[in-house]
């Protein structure tokens, strides 16, 4: 059974940092893109940033610079390293595998508020 669970989520203020983590279960992590997306409140699901298996990086136009998506495949996990984030970063934040049809995590809640 595959398994995607996020963490690291939170209430930050503008200007800070948080880090997501993503840890796979079921799936042949080392091989497989993943990605992280998010979805705010009355608006559609967009991609945030995406990781080959072998570490190839693309990112959205919005957080270009500001995110940074790695992958540890000696633990099947993937990270977000979200920084200088603004208001409008607040948002759920899926993670999501490139696999067999794809599968998301249950998401986590980002919040940028002062």
């Known amino acids: 059974q595959v398994q995607l669970v996020e963490s690291g989520g939170g209430l930050v203020q503008p200007g800070g940092s948080l880090r997501l983590s993503c840890a796979t279960s079921?799936?042949?992590?080392?091989?497989?893109?993943m990605a992280w997306y998010r979805q705010a409140p009355g608006k559609q699901r967009e991609l945030v940033a995406a990781?080959?298996?072998?570490?190839?990086?693309s990112y959205g136009a919005s957080v270009k610079g500001r995110f940074t998506i790695s992958r540890e495949n000696a633990k099947n996990t993937v990270y977000l390293q979200m920084n200088s984030l603004k208001p409008e970063d607040t948002a759920v934040y899926y993670c999501?595998?490139?696999?067999?049809?794809?599968?998301w995590g249950q998401g986590t809640q980002v919040t940028v508020s002062s």
């Open positions: 990781i080959t298996g072998s570490g190839t990086t």
């Open positions: 999501y595998a490139a696999v067999r049809g794809g599968y």
């Open positions: 079921g799936i042949i992590f080392g091989i497989s893109a």
